[in-house]
């Protein structure tokens, strides 16, 4: 079972990302899926969640209207679409599942699985 993330890179501010989270080893259709991101010298911190329905989604203040996630059920992925990117953006992105999760939990450790995080980088 392992949570693989894709797609980060430099970029310059004011543009666009997709970040990728494919799961192998088990279909993620019934877990909640977040994405997080940890600047150095920060905490890890939720950007954006998807309940296991798909019905209820949450984003940090600092990214709505810019973020979007979605779920891809018959790839067994989960998406981050970043756009009007900023300098403040920068950290590494990690994804993660929370079985059953209809929000996102209260704690970091409320999540099974965690992958290894990709780094996104925006120059001004």
């Known amino acids: 079972v392992q949570l693989v993330e894709s797609g980060g890179g430099l970029v310059q501010a004011g543009g666009s990302l997709r970040l990728s989270c494919a799961a192998s080893?088990?279909?993620?259709?019934?877990?909640?899926m977040g994405w997080f991101r940890q600047a150095p010298g920060k905490e890890r911190d939720l950007v954006a969640f998807?309940?296991?329905?798909?019905?209820?989604?949450y984003y940090a203040d600092s990214v709505k209207g810019r973020f979007t996630i979605s779920r891809d059920s018959a790839k067994n992925a989960v998406y981050l679409q970043m756009n009007s990117l900023k300098p403040e953006d920068t950290a590494v992105y990690y994804c993660?599942?929370?079985?059953?999760?209809?929000?996102?939990?209260?704690?970091?450790?409320?999540?099974?699985?965690w992958g290894q995080g990709t780094q996104v980088t925006v120059s001004s």
């Open positions: 993660a599942a929370a079985y059953l999760a209809a929000r996102p939990p209260r704690l970091n450790n409320g999540y099974d699985m």
């Open positions: 998807l309940s296991w329905t798909g019905g209820n989604t």
């Open positions: 080893g088990r279909t993620f259709s019934r877990y909640g």
